[in-house]
Nanobody, 127 residues
Framework: QVQLVESGGGLVQAGGSLRLSCAAS????????MGWFRQAPGKEREFVAA?????????DYADSVKGRFTISRDNAKNTVYLQMNSLKPEDTAVYYC???????????????????WGQGTQVTVSS
């Protein structure tokens, strides 16, 4: 059984920073690509960032966060991170981490390709 637990959300002023963490239980964490998605009230879940299995420097970002957010992983700690800088009010959402459904993937912008999700962590950016 795989469990993903996000943490690190909170309330921050525009221009501030937060680091989200997603701790995974289960085996073979490094074999799976991981992704971050977010969902604002009344909107669909949208892609934020993804990192390939085993890291390897292969990452992908939504245009809206490129240059401000950084995804990384520590396979020894079974954890994936999302460093968020220069936050904007439009970044306000519940942030979810997900594990891609198959091993050795590169990550995906399609949330249907992830089969395990955390409970989400709220990020609120005030103007």
């Amino acid at each position: 059984q795989v469990q993903l637990v996000e943490s690190g959300g909170g309330l921050v002023q525009a221009g501030g920073s937060l680091r989200l963490s997603c701790a995974a239980s289960g085996r073979s964490f490094s074999n799976y690509a991981m992704g971050w998605f977010r969902q604002a009230p009344g909107k669909e879940r949208e892609f934020v960032a993804a990192i390939r299995w085993n890291g390897g420097g292969t990452t992908d970002y939504a245009d809206s966060v490129k240059g401000r957010f950084t995804i990384s992983r520590d396979n020894a700690k079974n954890t994936v991170y999302l460093q968020m800088n220069s936050l904007k009010p439009e970044d306000t959402a519940v942030y979810y981490c997900g594990r891609q459904a198959w091993e050795y993937g590169l990550g995906s912008r399609n949330f249907n390709e992830y089969n395990y999700w955390g409970q989400g962590t709220q990020v609120t950016v005030s103007s």
